[in-house]
């Protein structure tokens, strides 16, 4: 892979505005979902693995802590959690008891389609605000900025 040419500052300033700017994009969406959304919000450890198994069906705890960077006890703990609240479903392994595979119930994905629904609708509300520029800049970013989260954290890619 080709390293860039850019500076070590201006590395240094791209990743200190990219470190700012995301959490803060991400509490605005997380404050209009809690707002907006009919349901009490999940802790935010248990919308990352019902996020995860939405994209994963069938993942064990174990595969989804490695992708979480959470212990499996800790993911086991919020496993338990969600099945109490019927949000998730652990189904054994037939090859091997020990292990369960994690899958959501029909509510845990009405639940997610419904706060992706909102976020992308208040994402859409605000892309329209912008230039053509920016959502020129924008677009050609997405691509670059799922290279570097598989960079960062290979599993999560």
Same mark, same amino acid.
Do not use: W
């Given at each position: $892979?080709?390293?860039?040419?850019?500076?070590? *500052?201006?590395?240094? =300033?791209?990743?200190?505005?990219?470190?700012?700017?995301?959490? /803060?994009?991400?509490?605005?969406? %997380?404050?209009? !979902? /809690?707002? %907006?959304?009919?349901?009490?919000?999940?802790?935010? +450890?248990?919308?990352?693995? @019902?996020?995860?198994?939405?994209?994963?069906?069938?993942?064990? #705890?174990?595969?989804?802590? %490695? !992708?979480?960077? $959470?212990?499996?006890?800790? !993911?086991?703990? @919020?496993?338990?959690?969600?099945?109490?609240? +019927?949000?998730?479903?652990?189904?054994? %392994?037939?090859?091997?008891?020990? !292990?369960? =595979?994690? =899958?959501?119930?029909?509510?845990?994905?009405?639940? @997610?389609?419904?706060? /992706? =629904?909102? $976020?992308? +609708?208040? #994402?859409?509300?605000?892309?329209?605000?912008?230039?053509?520029?920016?959502?020129?800049?924008?677009?050609?970013?997405?691509?670059?900025?799922? +290279? @570097? /989260?598989? *960079?960062?954290?290979?599993?999560?890619?």
């Amino acid at each position: $892979m080709p390293r860039p040419s850019a500076s070590e *500052q201006d590395l240094r =300033h791209i990743a200190s505005a990219m470190s700012a700017v995301l959490p /803060a994009l991400h509490r605005a969406l %997380d404050r209009r !979902v /809690a707002q %907006d959304f009919p349901y009490p919000k999940p802790p935010e +450890g248990q919308l990352a693995l @019902l996020r995860l198994v939405g994209e994963r069906d069938g993942a064990t #705890v174990r595969e989804a802590a %490695d !992708v979480l960077l $959470m212990k499996p006890n800790n !993911v086991s703990a @919020l496993v338990t959690q969600l099945a109490g609240q +019927g949000l998730l479903e652990r189904r054994q %392994d037939p090859a091997d008891k020990r !292990v369960a =595979h994690l =899958h959501l119930t029909a509510e845990a994905r009405h639940r @997610l389609a419904e706060v /992706a =629904h909102l $976020m992308e +609708g208040y #994402v859409v509300d605000a892309l329209r605000t912008l230039t053509d520029g920016d959502l020129d800049a924008i677009g050609s970013a997405l691509g670059a900025l799922r +290279g @570097l /989260a598989r *960079q960062i954290h290979p599993a999560a890619g």
